[in-house]
């Protein structure tokens, strides 16, 4: 019987102790902030690499080989790519390397990104990273669409061209091959 009323005893002190909390914390200091006058930053807790902010793609070291869009596991990384022909003027870097792909579409659909970072960690030029940057809220879907290509659509049509060009002159001289080896089998 004691044991019983000791359970009962224990059950109001716990209840008593819960109250207390609660009446400490209705009539305390308020800890909420108006969001966004007010708020807290994301530390960077010293470690730059883990961060899971804003992507950011610097175009310049872009080289189009898309691990980014193969390791995205939600497939919110968009990319399209032209080779590029030894015709076009621009076939070389700035720095004096030869430029193998243009990147004519690198899209990011950041309300399908998880931020789980496998893009940034895989990139052979680190040209795709993490920013500080962090609050992006929006009203509108449409807005967390980012399109980072710096190509206007006169230069993709005229890589397109150039390329196309480059093609027929292959087809054309293997025709020629082709036509000469039928006349030197004829002869």
Known sequence: MGNY??????????????????????????????????YNPIRDGGLPDFTRNRLFVDMDLCI???????????NCIEIETIKVSKDDPEYLKPNGEKRALW???????F??????????????????????????????????????????????ESKKRIIEEEKAKKAAAAKAAEVKSTETKNE
């Open 111 to 156: 309300a399908k990104c998880m931020f789980c970072n496998l893009c940034t960690e895989e990139c052979p030029t680190n040209a795709i990273y993490m920013t500080k940057e962090f609050e992006y809220s929006t009203y509108d879907r449409k807005n967390l669409y980012y399109k980072f290509s710096v190509m206007t659509p006169e230069q993709i």
């Open 103 to 109: 990147v004519n579409k690198f899209n990011i659909d």
């Open 5 to 38: 009323f000791s359970n009962i005893f224990a059950g109001i002190g716990t209840a008593l102790v819960g109250m207390k909390i609660t009446l400490k914390h209705l009539f305390g200091h308020k800890v909420t902030m108006q969001y966004p006058d007010k």
């Open 64 to 74: 189009g080989c898309m691990i980014c869009q193969r390791n995205c596991p939600v």
